[in-house]
């Protein structure tokens, strides 16, 4: 059993959590929300230094509320791409620092894989092939999944992520930030039905579409367009009946798209990773639809489809199970692809084993 202390400070909440392999021993997390609201999303500089002056508690309060010495720990993880560089380094620094000082192996993470592995928190003999959708931010992909660190995209947005439509579309109806669970609050009011709204298919030379990838900036726009015609008739919005129809085009598309890549893949579960899995529209259609297929569909908990630490924790132990360890000289990046995973760990002849030498 392996017990790993994780950070994660990719964007704007500070995390810590103690995983031991799959179960969560605590996990805490510092959301920066009501800070950047008045801004209408993330500023990257004001983010870094509340992570800064956040992390030292947040770390202590993991620990105490995992009731864990130093000695029961086996190893120190952070998220360490992608993201915003300042706020990554916060969180590397303090990982790498306590690394050091408890003679631990530091375990670099990429911030998409910890929500490929948000489900096993909740799923613990789920092991791979399987399908990921993974929904996070400016993050929408297919991913077939073939072993941990073994990656293959299926599939992506060719522009916004279905993440920055609904922060996007949420602006345009004054819902304020994050827009996301207000638009699925009001959705669940509205007709969903009221107004057609393009799926945003990515068309193929020489006809037809891409099975696999979508496209958001047209429904945006398209949402753009209803909200001004209804103000020139001088009408009221009906925000409800927008954001229910605005939701149910997401959900459909990206169904349509997951569910066909794992009947072409022949792949029998298909898991849902990111902020956009706790969309309710989403898990129902998409579930609705699996279930037609005799397909399982994993969802995780609500707790761990935004950004934590436990997600972090749980990829970091099953990369140290197999021996995959970081160097200490390893850096932060804002981009890098999830199936350069392996490049945050070290050859074995570089593996960090001890300060004694």
Known sequence: MTTVLSIETSCDETAVAIVNNRKVCSSVIASQISIHTQYGGVVPE????????????????????????????????????????????????????????????????????????????????????????????GHT??????????????????????????????????????????????????NPKLYPLPEGNISLPGGGFHPYDSSFSGLKTAVLRLTQKLQAEGKELPVADIAASF????????????????????????VIGGGVAANRGLRATLAAAASQKDIQVLFPPLEYCT???????CAAAEHLNRGHISPLDLGVQSRLSIMEVMSLYAPTQLQYTSSAH
Request: net charge negative; proline share 4%.
């Open 247 to 270: 939701q149910h085009s997401v959900a459909r598309s990206l169904t349509k798209r997951t569910i066909a890549c794992a009947l072409d893949y022949d792949l029998k579960t298909i």
């Open 141 to 190: 992909s297919l991913i077939h999944v073939k072993d941990c660190g073994v990656y293959t995209e299926l599939g992506a947005t060719r522009d916004d992520a279905a993440g920055e439509a609904f922060d996007k579309v949420a602006r345009l109806l004054n819902l304020g930030y994050p827009g996301g669970p207000e638009i699925d609050r009001l959705a669940s009011q509205g």
């Open 307 to 313: 950004d934590n630490a436990a997600m972090i924790g």
């Open 46 to 137: 004001i983010a870094s230094r509340q992570h800064l002056l956040t992390i030292t508690e947040i770390i202590a309060q993991a620990i105490a509320q995992a009731g864990l010495e130093w000695s029961e720990i086996d190893g120190i993880a952070a998220t360490v791409a992608p993201g915003l560089v300042g706020a990554l380094a916060i969180g590397m620094s303090a990982a790498k620092t306590l690394a050091i000082l408890h003679d631990k192996p530091f375990i670099g993470v990429h911030h998409l894989e910890g929500h490929i592995y948000a489900s096993y928190l909740s799923a613990p003999d789920l092991e791979p092939p399987f399908l990921c959708l993974l929904v996070s931010g």
